[in-house]
């Protein structure tokens, strides 16, 4: 294939002539429960109720570090051997059961009194006695939301909700690549759980992933954010040769397909991925994987 413009930096160019064993690093912190049952009217009020039910971690970053090299920052697409193709909206909304109309996720980055907005939100604040802070940590989230009482009033499991979606959306949805904390500025959008789901989160995950692929095309950077289960599933159903386990049963949403035993299977290194990619998308590569009477079967109607 022509090479493209500027590829003075791209990571492929590094990975031709000097490192091809180069692995990026990335940060997920998927839950391992499943929510107190008292929270899900709320989430899915929120439209975060399939979201929730998401388990699957068994990320492999050196497939993860074979697909950036196929990608294109120009076009936002992969380029791969039998032709272009990107993750899109359906596969978000199929993947991870998120809405992906209505308005944008938008806000203000900076806010007056932080620790106010978290009282109000979420009951409490992390920062007492700090006049600035722009992020909450995960093991804080999981305590607010982790241990509720039997006698929780309804005021306290909507913050443990909010707290839940904060946790999601930082630890799975659009995490940064290496940091512990889920930015405040999507707060203030939990504020009224019944319109959450008129946001089109959807979207704000794709962005947030095609922005961070594209910073790791890079050959100086190290890591990875955004939706990396999500970029690692889509890849496996659109090209299932890159998984030594193909009999997965299909669940929705689709993505905890990976989250059964034994997930994926073996691990295999980035040049190994690369050389299956090359070899085998041609003929392997599953355009429409999601017409499979195999999966319609399990979407939900509403998805």
Not at 126 to 141: A, C, I, M, P, Q
Not at 228 to 250: D, E, G, K, V, W
Not at 276 to 292: D, H, K, N, S, V
Request: net charge negative; proline share 5%; charged share 15%.
């Amino acid at each position: 294939m022509a090479p493209l413009i500027q590829t003075d930096r791209h990571i492929s160019d590094a990975a031709n002539n000097s490192d091809s064993y180069r692995v990026l690093r990335g940060r997920v912190s998927v839950l391992k429960k499943a929510p107190d049952a008292r929270l899900m009217l709320y989430l899915e009020q929120a439209g975060f109720g399939s979201v929730a039910l998401i388990r699957s971690s068994d990320l492999r970053f050196d497939l993860l570090s074979a697909l950036v090299k196929q990608w294109r920052s120009e076009t936002h697409t992969f380029h791969f051997p039998c032709a272009e193709c990107t993750v899109t909206l359906e596969d978000v909304t199929l993947q991870l059961g998120l809405p992906i109309d209505e308005s944008s996720v938008t806000g203000v980055s900076s806010f007056t009194d932080l620790a106010a907005l978290c009282y109000q939100l979420l009951g409490d604040s992390s920062e007492d006695g700090e006049s600035y802070f722009s992020g909450l940590k995960f093991t804080w989230l999981k305590a607010k939301f982790g241990q509720l009482s039997a006698t929780a009033t309804e005021g306290e499991l909507m913050c443990a909700a909010r707290s839940y979606i904060m946790h999601i959306a930082g630890g799975v949805l659009m995490p940064n690549a290496n940091n512990d904390k889920v930015h405040l500025i999507y707060l203030p959008l939990l504020a009224d759980l019944s319109s959450v789901s008129s946001y089109s989160w959807g979207s704000a995950v794709l962005a947030v992933l095609y922005r961070e692929l594209c910073r790791a095309t890079n050959s100086d950077v190290v890591d990875i954010g955004g939706c990396l289960t999500l970029l690692q599933s889509c890849a496996l159903y659109r090209m299932p040769f890159l998984a030594s386990i193909s009999h997965q049963p299909y669940v929705y949403p689709l993505l905890n397909r990976w989250s059964v035993r034994p997930g994926i299977g073996k691990s295999y290194t980035v040049p190994i991925y690369r050389l299956l990619i090359e070899q085998y998308a041609r003929e392997g590569f599953i355009w429409t994987p999601y017409c499979m009477p195999e999966i319609t079967d399990v979407v939900p109607s509403s998805a």
